[in-house]
């Protein structure tokens, strides 16, 4: 079993910036994708960003791109999202996720095996 803990939402003004962290722990696999999602009220999930462990491949969407940074950390087992100039519409819940096996890196939340419990991001306008 996986377990994933995100840490380091909050509140923060237009502007600002935020960096969550997202710990894995139990069964590890040479090959997977983490990925971060977000879920504001009322919206589907939606995909972030995301990271090919194996090689650091990264993708992201597009409203994100140029303020948002994931990266990883292996001694820690660790996911980090940098997220800079926040944007109020960048509110919502953010999830971590891992899917096991696979070096694409899919935005289909569907796609992926283990999700951590949320972190909320509120940003003020």
């Known amino acids: 079993q996986v377990q994933l803990v995100e840490s380091g939402g909050g509140l923060v003004q237009a502007g600002g910036s935020l960096r969550l962290s997202c710990a894995a722990s139990?069964?590890?696999?040479?090959?997977?994708?983490m990925g971060w999602f977000r879920q504001a009220p009322g919206k589907e999930r939606e995909f972030v960003a995301g990271?090919?462990?194996?090689?650091?491949?990264?993708s992201y969407r597009d409203s994100v791109k140029g303020r948002f940074t994931i990266s990883r950390d292996y001694a820690k087992n660790t996911v980090y999202l940098q997220m800079n100039s926040l944007k109020p519409e960048d509110t919502a819940v953010y999830y971590c996720?891992?899917?096991?096996?696979?070096?694409?890196?899919?935005?289909?939340?569907?796609?992926?095996?283990?999700w951590g419990q949320g972190t909320q991001v509120t940003v003020s306008s």
């Open positions: 990271i090919s462990w194996s090689d650091g491949r990264t």
């Open positions: 996720a891992r899917w096991d096996g696979s070096s694409y890196i899919s935005t289909s939340h569907l796609d992926y095996d283990y």
């Open positions: 139990g069964r590890t696999f040479s090959t997977y994708v």
